[in-house]
């Protein structure tokens, strides 16, 4: 079954350096998503992205955050100078083409990127 | 606005003890979908079922059960004879499409311990 594939596995950072997350969606998937959970806490909406604009974002995703699908394939999270508190699991998510406002496709979601911040 | 609570933060039983594990949720929408989440120590996510807000038919799967009250918006998740490999952290989450955006509010999680 495909699936959703999320590079590395764990990222450690020294805090003000930015830092890339790389997701590969499943491919005729359409919807991309970035969520992230801090440790011990619930899963948060970052971001969604269609049709290579971010469709919706969470307050937490400021200026320090951006994402961008560079090619066909890959969809990446960039945090541009990180801080402690971006220590987190950072989640990718992919989904298939809205066919009709009824039909909610279900979001497959990658294992995670475990984000540590020294 | 949307929301969805999970009461319990930590639930202990012991190994075949039924467990129930609650989820209500706010909505203003009509058309809504309800999911429940499976998250082990390794950390990953595991879907475990969708339901969509026009299906109020309760689901089994095994010994997964799963209740639908849009009365009282809730959808709770009872596993049958509970065994230590279902020790996880459970997310119920609720996703709209009014919103156009489909995005998943996940509930704080309940950790569950399944003792031998």
């Known amino acids: 079954e495909p699936e959703v594939t999320q590079t590395p596995s764990h990222q450690v950072t020294q805090m003000g350096q930015e830092v890339i997350l790389r997701c590969v969606p499943i491919s005729n998937h359409l919807y991309f998503y970035w969520y992230r959970q801090i440790l011990g806490q619930k899963v948060e909406f970052l971001v969604s992205f269609y049709n290579n604009e971010i469709s919706e974002k969470s307050e937490i995703f400021d200026d320090q955050f951006s994402v961008e699908r560079p090619d066909g394939s890959n969809f990446t999270l960039k945090i541009r100078s990180t801080k402690l508190e971006d220590s987190a699991m950072y989640f990718c998510a992919s989904s298939e083409a809205l066919v009709t406002v009824i039909v909610n496709q279900p979001q497959h979601f990658g294992d995670g990127t475990r984000l540590s911040i020294l | 606005a949307q929301k969805v609570t999970q009461a319990q933060t930590e639930i202990s039983v012991v190994e075949k003890e039924d467990v129930t594990l609650d989820c209500v949720y706010e909505t203003r929408d009509t058309t809504y979908y309800l999911f429940w989440y499976k998250q082990p120590p390794s950390g990953e996510l595991v879907f475990l079922i969708r339901?969509?807000?026009?299906?109020?038919q309760n689901e089994i799967s095994g010994r997964y059960s799963w209740n639908f009250q849009k009365s009282t918006s809730s959808f709770n998740f009872t596993i049958t004879a509970s065994q230590v490999v279902d020790s996880a952290v459970y997310f119920c989450a609720l996703s709209e499409t009014a919103s156009g955006t489909y995005k998943y509010i996940f509930g704080t999680g309940t950790r569950l311990k399944v003792l031998a």
């Open positions: 339901r969509n807000s026009f299906d109020e």
